[in-house]
DNA sequence: CTTCGACCAGATCACCCTTGTTCATTCTTG
DNA sequence: CAAGAATGAACAAGGGTGATCTGGTCGAAG
């Protein structure tokens, strides 16, 4: 699934052209992000919440050369599902 | 952050109302929720992905009794934020 | 058409995950 | 607006899983 599906999905559920679902969506979305800079975690509740993770440096290996190589620590945005969405989820397959 | 201020955000970028913005974040929310139940993945580009992750089945612990118990597999959602959406969480503190 | 993301290889370790209760926050309804 | 209801976060501890590193290419999406 990919944007336009998802513009299309929003269209039809707020009775709007793609072209104004296609604002919303992307509205929506530079929201969150900016919420997730902004405050660093953004909690939806009934949905979830997306957390600005900081990821500790560590050892890795060069998939290529197979090489040891030293990754530095690196920030994320992670997702937490809430009990709702995951309940979701279990059931589909 | 929460979903109000969310909301709030929303309906400042598209010029409604806080309630017509409740609404449209929620069909949002529900739109990716939607697909990611439906195809299992929801890309946007320039933002991230949604994906429905299988967590395998393992031994855990119980915090309370240390005593191990043995986990089920579950499924989970979860996000891989787009390069540009990491580039943008670098870059803050 | 141009860019953006997926893929895949292998190996390592950081981080998630479990339970259960309590509290705080948020959402909703009157 | 206020109060009640409901949802989420936090904490503890340890083991094991999966995320992630690189990077070039292909396919798809905007």
Known sequence: ??????????????????????????????GIAKGVLSDGKVTITGFGSFEKKKRAARTGVNPHTKEPIQIAASTTVGFKPSQALKNSVQGES
Chains 1, 2 share one sequence.
Not at 10 to 28: G, H, I, M
């Open 1 to 30: 699934m990919n944007k336009g599906d998802l513009v299309e999905v929003v269209a039809s559920s707020l009775n709007e052209t793609k072209a104004q679902a296609s604002r919303t969506v992307d509205a929506v979305l530079e």
